[in-house]
C-alpha cells in the first residue's frame, strides 16, 4: 500500500469539507439574518440571491482547490483535479435530485454551479502552486 495513500485522500477530504463547511454555514447565516428565505421555501429565492450564493460558492470552491494542493503531499494540481471532479459529480447529482426546486427558483443557478465548480477548484490549485 502506498504511504502517500491517507495524506492525498487527506488533502482531497480536507478542501471537500472546507467548501462544504464554508456554504452551508453561510447559508445559515445568511437565512438566519434574514437575507435569504427559509430552506422549505426555495421558490422564494430572486435572482440576486441566488448570485450571492453563486459567487460564495464559487469563492469556496477556489478555497477549497488551494487547501488541497496545498495539503497535497506530491502532485498539488493532481489533488485539486482530483476534488474538481469530485465537486463536479457532486453538483450534477445534487441538480438532478433537487431539480423540481431548480425549476420553481430558477434553472440558472444549478446548471451554473455545475459549469463553475471544476474550475473554481482548479484555480485555487493553479493559485497554490503560484504562490508556493
Same mark, same amino acid.
Given at each position: 500500500?502506498?504511504?502517500?495513500?491517507?495524506?492525498?485522500?487527506?488533502?482531497?477530504?480536507?478542501?471537500?469539507?472546507?467548501?462544504?463547511?464554508?456554504?452551508?454555514?453561510?447559508?445559515?447565516?445568511?437565512?438566519?439574518?434574514?437575507?435569504?428565505?427559509?430552506?422549505?421555501?426555495?421558490?422564494?429565492?430572486?435572482?440576486?440571491?441566488?448570485?450571492?450564493?453563486?459567487?460564495?460558492? #464559487?469563492?469556496?470552491?477556489?478555497?477549497?482547490?488551494?487547501? #488541497?494542493?496545498?495539503?497535497?503531499?506530491?502532485?498539488?494540481?493532481?489533488?485539486?483535479?482530483?476534488?474538481?471532479?469530485?465537486?463536479?459529480?457532486?453538483?450534477?447529482?445534487? #441538480?438532478?435530485?433537487?431539480?423540481?426546486?431548480?425549476?420553481?427558483?430558477? #434553472?440558472?443557478?444549478?446548471?451554473?454551479?455545475?459549469?463553475?465548480?471544476?474550475?473554481?477548484?482548479?484555480?485555487?490549485?493553479?493559485?497554490?502552486?503560484?504562490?508556493?
Amino acid at each position: 500500500m502506498n504511504r502517500n495513500i491517507l495524506p492525498s485522500a487527506g488533502s482531497v477530504l480536507a478542501g471537500f469539507l472546507a467548501v462544504i463547511v464554508l456554504s452551508i454555514l453561510s447559508d445559515i447565516v445568511l437565512e438566519a439574518a434574514g437575507i435569504f428565505p427559509p430552506p422549505d421555501k426555495p421558490a422564494a429565492y430572486l435572482n440576486w440571491m441566488l448570485a450571492l450564493a453563486l459567487v460564495y460558492r #464559487t469563492a469556496y470552491g477556489v478555497a477549497g482547490g488551494f487547501i #488541497t494542493a496545498a495539503l497535497a503531499p506530491d502532485r498539488p494540481m493532481n489533488h485539486a483535479v482530483a476534488l474538481g471532479i469530485i465537486g463536479l459529480v457532486v453538483a450534477i447529482l445534487g #441538480t438532478a435530485a433537487n431539480w423540481d426546486k431548480a425549476v420553481a427558483s430558477g #434553472t440558472w443557478y444549478p446548471v451554473a454551479l455545475i459549469v463553475l465548480s471544476f474550475p473554481a477548484v482548479w484555480l485555487g490549485g493553479r493559485l497554490r502552486i503560484r504562490y508556493r
